[in-house]
């Protein structure tokens, strides 16, 4: 069992970058492929990237990459996404899961699940 804390949203500029942070317990931090996901207003939540326990593997849904960085630090039992070019359309609560599976985008793949953190990007 893990348990997940995302922090580092907040209200921020288009054009301004942020980055995320993931913070992990329970369990071997480096056992779990770690997914991240958003969900904006009135939308269904939608994959956006995932990172295998190693961290040497990456994998991002279509149109992510590029503005979208994912990492991961096992010593301090941390992954991040960075989000680089902020833009009105990436507003939404982003939330990290753990994952026993690599690659994988579907919801139900994902055992545990942090709160979410809000990023609000301004025009």
């Not at 939540?45 to 990459?65: C, D, K, L």
Request: include cysteine; charge should be neutral; hydrophobic fraction near 35%.
């Amino acid at each position: 069992q893990v348990q997940l804390v995302e922090s580092g949203g907040g209200l921020v500029q288009a054009g301004g970058s942020l980055r995320l942070s993931c913070a992990a317990s329970g369990d071997t931090f480096s056992r779990w492929p770690i997914g991240w996901f958003r969900q904006a207003p009135g939308k269904e939540r939608e994959f956006v990237a995932t990172i295998s326990g190693s961290g040497t593997q990456t994998y991002y849904a279509n149109g992510m990459r590029g503005r979208f960085t994912v990492a991961r630090d096992n010593d301090k039992s941390t992954a991040y996404l960075e989000i680089d070019k902020l833009q009105p359309e990436d507003t939404g609560v982003y939330y990290c899961a753990a994952s026993r599976i690599y690659p994988v985008a579907g919801i139900p793949h994902y055992a545990y699940w942090g709160q979410g953190t809000q990023v609000t990007v301004s025009s």
